[in-house]
């Protein structure tokens, strides 16, 4: 899971300077800043662009394109719900509809400091669907109880069978 550790400009300046001189220096940097802060504060854009010698606007631009990159800190339980086409036929989006329904929590648009819920598209883990990676963890075979606990905090036990069927 990400750190939680607050933005810290001097610190952001270290990594950015740090991992400048390397080709496509954009990337590695943005994913350092992410890895230590658990989200890339608006001040790095200026702090980018100023050390790569780009504009704002292309930083910027880099920074919005990848939806990983967090503008702010995420909830402390990070739920990222596969959508795509395997886990809609396994009933993905019955999930998301019963816990709005339920739970009153919008997987579109919920993200506060005790819950984020992103969509992603295929985990690659297709054919245990509905999928999803709770703090890091991959998640397969959820049903709504089970989404709404792993929402609610509850633990994310990950076994595996000799199969590597991964529940
Ligand atoms: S479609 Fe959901 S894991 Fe592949």
Not at 84 to 98: I, P
Not at 100 to 119: F, K, P, V, W
Request: net charge negative.
């Amino acid at each position: 899971m990400a750190s939680t550790a607050v933005w810290d400009e001097g610190k952001a300046r270290e990594i950015i300077v740090r991992l400048a001189k390397l080709d496509g220096a954009m990337l590695p940097i943005l994913h350092a800043l992410q890895d230590e802060f658990g989200f890339v504060h608006a001040g790095a854009t200026a702090l980018i662009a100023d050390a790569l010698n780009v504009s704002r606007a292309e930083a910027h631009g880099v920074i919005s394109f990848y939806h990983d990159f967090r503008p702010k800190p995420a909830g402390r339980r990070v739920v990222k719900l596969c959508r795509a086409e395997a886990c809609q036929a396994n009933g993905c989006e019955e999930l998301v509809a019963e816990l709005r329904r339920h739970r009153g929590l919008d997987a579109d648009n919920q993200d506060d400091e005790r819950l984020t819920i992103e969509t992603v598209y295929c985990l690659g883990n297709c054919a245990l669907g509905p999928s999803a990676l709770v703090d890091g963890e991959l998640v397969g075979r959820l049903d709504a109880e089970r989404l709404a606990d792993l929402c609610d905090g509850g633990p994310v036990q990950v076994a595996q069978t000799a199969a590597g069927d991964t529940r």
